[in-house]
């Protein structure tokens, strides 16, 4: 229900009455923010008793909160300034929670420093690494760390994705995409946010799937091997090394979890797929369609 605010005084003096009711405005979002954060550690028991090792961030969670607001928002308040307001306000919350961090591969071209720092907030720590390589040590190192990492393209000479396989601190998986709505300092390069939790659907996802080819076999052949088993690739990258099999990386504009039994058709005896993971997703960005 739209706010009835008082209306525009003609009296100038009458300007100390709207000041008075801004003030109290105010002093009710302060306390409904104290409230807000006096529930982390309702939240934090509460995932103890469910899951001894459930992470703090949610990007699922977060995307539904905000496409949420979003439907319902009106007025003159720019969207753009909602989305920053709880993103600063559900990070802060997650650090409060426990050890969280992110790295990021700083490159100055692309930016993804500031769409971390957009997205993230300025409470929770930031640090810079030099290559992607960088930030999969540092995932590594830390398990409360999660990694900012470039979009895959096509034709990269060394590609970062095939790390999913495996990673010294444990299996990763794509859990993010930044940025997730217009109006940050991004400089329109997207990235992927990497960590330890599985992909949660939230009604509007993409997917990525790694697939070990068990030969040599062209794009074609595995993307019609693909669609066969009901998975539509909306993009589709590889990487070859000798003495190692073909390696490839597809997205899908679905949610494919690890039991997905399209997977186990897709790798089916006889074809070309010769093992295939689930390696997370996304939720899809406010006014987006996925890549």
Known sequence: ???ELAPMPKDPTALSEIRREIDAIDAALHDLLVRRAAMVER??????VVDTAASAWRPAREAEILRRLA???????PLAVVVRI?????SALVALQGP??????????HGYWDLARDHFGGVVPLTRHGSA????QALGEAPTTIGVLPLPQDGEADPWWPVLMGAAGGPLRIAARLPFADGGNGRGTGALVVGSM????????CSYILIEAAGPVSRASLTARLKEAGLVPVFLTGRSEAGAPPLFLAEVAEFIGPGDE??????????????????????????????
């Open 1 to 3: 229900m739209p706010l």
């Open 71 to 77: 439907r319902r928002h009106e007025g003159a308040l």
């Open 133 to 136: 390589r960088g930030v999969i």
């Open 43 to 48: 939240v934090r028991a509460a995932k103890a």
């Open 262 to 291: 399209r997977l186990a058709i897709a790798a089916a005896e006889g074809g070309p797929v010769a093992a295939i993971w689930a390696v997370g997703g996304y939720a899809v960005p406010l006014g987006g369609t996925g890549r």
């Open 100 to 109: 969280f961090s992110v790295a990021v591969f700083d490159d100055p071209e």
């Open 198 to 205: 599985e992909q949660e659907p939230t009604g509007d996802d």
């Open 86 to 90: 709880w993103r600063e306000l559900t």
